[in-house]
């Protein structure tokens, strides 16, 4: 871990920052560049104090975890991303076809979408970051452990995942699900271990998994057309439109409603009513 090197990377691409680059308001004049310690931290997910002992050279070193967060709160390219790994010591992931990394040019939209719920996921369904509409739509997914934290799992293996959709649209999604799960097994190939250990435990518990998977339909992520049970605001339709990277690993989901109409104005609601916690159903 190279510490001195470490304080100073983070510190110029910190100061490189504005905060209308990461969705935040511009507020008073700041007397420094950049991004405040406080606010890279808070991105990040982590204490301010914390993030204020790598820049000053002191504290543990971070677990990749923590320098992965980083990387994506300052906005940094693969190149940078990898750079900043090898400066705390660790090595740099492997540039498979699917990231946990989001892209700077695709988290710049999303920071720009402060009145549209947006979420970025993965070709496993994985939401990798989610922006405050879209925690208070769906609610949060991007802490949860293991297998859980990727939507096909969660929609064969829980209730709670499918309670968020309307009921008549249950079964269509359930095949849209696995479609879109085969489609990312195609294009990754057969050494996908974390698609083949997804797969392997749904056709061990799920016998509804397991039937519409023989069907091998195969579908990718594209518009859709959902209706929403928000705990708090009752049934939502939204227009569901996607945008993905280059490699169509990832993919940028936002939910809107045409203006005017009360769909729209739930979706204006929800930054009232906040994040819900949904409760898991076994």
């Known amino acids: 871990m190279d510490r001195t090197a470490l304080a100073d990377f983070l510190r110029r691409r910190r100061e490189l920052l504005r905060p209308e680059d990461v969705g935040l308001g511009v507020g008073p004049r700041r007397r420094t560049p950049g991004l405040r310690r406080e606010e890279v931290a808070a991105l990040a997910g982590m204490s301010a ?6 820049e000053q050279q002191r504290g543990p070193q971070p677990s990749e975890q923590m320098i992965a967060a980083i990387a994506r709160a300052l906005r940094l390219s693969l190149d940078e991303r990898d750079h ?4 705390s010591g660790h ?36 939401t990798l970051v989610e922006n405050r ?6 609610g949060s997914t991007v802490d949860l452990p293991g297998n859980e934290r ?9 209730a709670d995942e499918r309670a ?12 849209a699900q696995v479609a879109s799960l085969r489609a990312a097994v195609g294009a990754a190939g057969p ?9 392997a435990d749904l056709e061990r518990h799920s016998e509804e998994f397991r039937a519409l998977w023989a069907l091998h339909e195969v579908s990718s992520r594209w518009e859709d057309h959902k209706t929403f049970v928000h705990p708090e605001l009752g049934r939502i ?20 409603a045409p203006p005017g109409t009360e769909d729209a104005q739930k979706l204006e609601l929800l930054g009232v009513v906040g994040t819900q916690q949904f409760q898991r159903t076994e």
């Open 237 to 256: 339709t939204v227009d569901c439109q996607v945008l993905h990277t280059e490699n169509h690993a990832q993919a940028l989901l936002l939910f809107t």
């Open 164 to 175: 968020k959709y309307a009921p008549e649209q249950h079964d269509r999604l359930a095949r």
């Open 84 to 87: 900043l790994f090898r400066l």
């Open 91 to 126: 090595n740099a992931p492997i540039r498979a076809r699917r990231t946990d990394h989001v892209e700077p040019a695709i988290l710049r939209v999303l920071d720009r979408l402060e009145d549209t719920p947006a979420i970025v996921v993965n070709d496993l369904g994985e």
């Open 150 to 158: 990727y939507q096909p799992w969660r929609w064969f293996m829980t």
């Open 191 to 199: 050494t996908d271990r974390r698609a083949a250990e997804l797969i």
């Open 49 to 54: 104090d914390y993030y204020t002992r790598l």
């Open 133 to 138: 509409l879209g925690a208070a739509l769906l």
